[in-house]
């Protein structure tokens, strides 16, 4: 490569950033950081009738949340109108664009008279239409000949010009479409790569027909990333997913996991060690290694994912990233949590945990004034295991003479199991149901003694009541 490249993600403003925006825009990102190049944040809101202010944020916020760092921006199409119009000017006083005054009414019914015909039918080509309400530009594509993409990723894809209709570029409330904004910005910013999902791979003879019509000279080379399916194989749909990027912030994925797992989408390193630092993904990426065949978005995998780098934490990393699900949006009341509880159950935690949210319902039985307990654990632990009445009355009767540590009641509990015939897994079942709600969770004997001798009395008395 010549020169370090400059790349531009540039995403519409529609209230949220899409998993698939966010990879196109880490790619983008990756090439830059690869070659020592330059990260262009655009936002293509021309039509400004549809943006409302926050989905601004929508689309900076997520991005810095994945610690992808902009070199360039944002800068806003809206505020470069003017541009935009020039171009369409200088196109409409070559001949390579005119006025048209179709209606979708009257192109729908002129089509239905030519069978096989679809798109516009050239009808304004010559028809010197003036300019007026209700007028829209379309450009004139040549009615001969081919454009030849040289796709990266995709290789050569040629589009036949009599398969492409006359492309409207500015609407009839005078906004210019995307394709001639795209155009110009591309030319006027010195972009050298475009780097975009596939699904805008057939909009991308439009662009070049504009870039060549303005002279423009040589243009970007292209990548069209491969597309993003779900568990139906079906491309992601924000109706049948959680594809929000912001959602899986919400829902306690680690940033940096995140943009691991996402550039896994597409491209892999060549040694196969997927889950790796940010710095050596850098150094390995490139946009040759990209895949064409669908990603396979896999919830499985990115909770994996997750997890590897939530137990690689330094622990007081761990706890301070949980503090938001532990204060703000934990479902306990605030006075009763205690840090230092939290603290010392922490490590065992960073174990289990797959993502920050389901930090508390590890702990919620420690800051709840009662344990939320499981049905289903009920049912396996007190009705249908062997002798539950016996072990919660058996250690009920030593429990305010026992030491309370955690080695003390694993002996309690052990003995009391072993007069009954339980080995420790089955003994300790009902005890740990009574006490904190469920058959699973943290070590029981190191996790019951940060409550107090009472609370655990009476919560197996209530335990035992329910039961009789």
Not at 17 to 33: E, K
Not at 92 to 104: H, K, P
Not at 107 to 131: S, T
């Amino acid at each position: 490569m010549s020169s370090p490249p400059r790349v531009r993600f540039a995403p519409a403003p529609t209230g949220f950033l899409h998993v698939g925006s966010a990879r196109s825009a880490l790619f983008n990102w990756l090439h830059a950081r690869h070659h020592g190049g330059t990260f262009v944040l655009r936002i293509e809101d021309t039509n400004t009738e549809l943006v409302q202010p926050e989905f601004y944020d929508a689309i900076t916020g997520p991005l810095q949340w994945l610690g992808l760092d902009i070199d360039e921006g944002p800068y806003y199409q809206s505020q470069r109108l003017q541009l935009y119009a020039d171009a369409i000017a200088r196109l409409l006083a070559s001949g390579d664009a005119y006025f048209c005054d179709c209606t979708r009414v009257a192109i729908d019914a002129r089509l239905a008279e030519l069978a096989g015909r679809a798109g516009y039918d050239g009808f304004c080509r010559d028809r010197q239409v003036a300019d007026g309400p209700d007028v829209v530009v379309r450009f004139r594509v040549p009615d001969s000949g081919s454009t030849v993409i040289d796709d990266i990723i995709r290789g050569h894809v040629s589009f036949a010009h009599a398969e492409l209709e006359d492309f409207v570029i500015r609407r009839s409330n005078d906004t210019p479409v995307f394709l001639v904004a795209n155009a110009v910005d591309d030319a006027d910013m010195a972009i050298t790569h475009v780097i975009r999902g596939e699904d805008l791979l057939n909009t991308t003879p439009k662009v070049q027909l504009l870039w060549t019509a303005l002279g423009y000279g040589e243009p970007p080379r292209y990548a069209h990333l491969p597309l993003l399916v779900g568990d139906d194989r079906k491309k992601l749909s924000k109706r049948k997913q959680a594809v929000a990027l912001a959602d899986f912030q919400r829902a306690g994925y680690l940033p940096e996991a995140m943009a691991n797992y996402l550039s896994l989408l597409g491209w892999g390193p060549p040694d196969d060690i997927e889950i790796r630092p940010m710095t050596e993904i850098i150094e390995l990426f490139t946009l040759e290694a990209v895949h064409k065949a669908p990603a396979f978005f896999d919830m499985k995998k990115l909770d994996h994912v997750n997890a590897t780098y939530i137990r690689a934490l330094p622990v007081d990393d761990f706890i301070e990233r949980c503090e938001p699900w532990l204060t703000n949006e934990a479902p306990w009341p605030a006075d009763s949590y205690v840090p230092e509880i939290f603290a010392e159950l922490a490590p065992a935690i960073q174990e289990k945990a797959h993502t920050l949210a389901d930090v508390p319902a590890f702990v919620d039985w420690l800051f709840l004034a009662d344990p939320p307990i499981d049905d289903d654990s009920w049912r396996k632990a007190m009705v249908e295991g062997r002798a539950a009445p016996e072990m919660i009355d058996g250690v009920l009767a030593r429990l305010d003479h026992v030491e309370w540590t955690a080695d003390a009641m694993y002996a309690l509990v052990s003995e009391v199991g072993e007069a009954n015939g339980l080995k420790l897994g089955k003994a300790q079942a009902p005890i740990r149901v009574a006490v904190a709600g469920r058959t699973v969770g943290l070590p029981l004997f190191e996790s019951i003694v940060l409550l107090p001798r009472g609370e655990v009395r009476r919560r197996l008395v209530a335990a035992r009541t329910r039961l009789d």
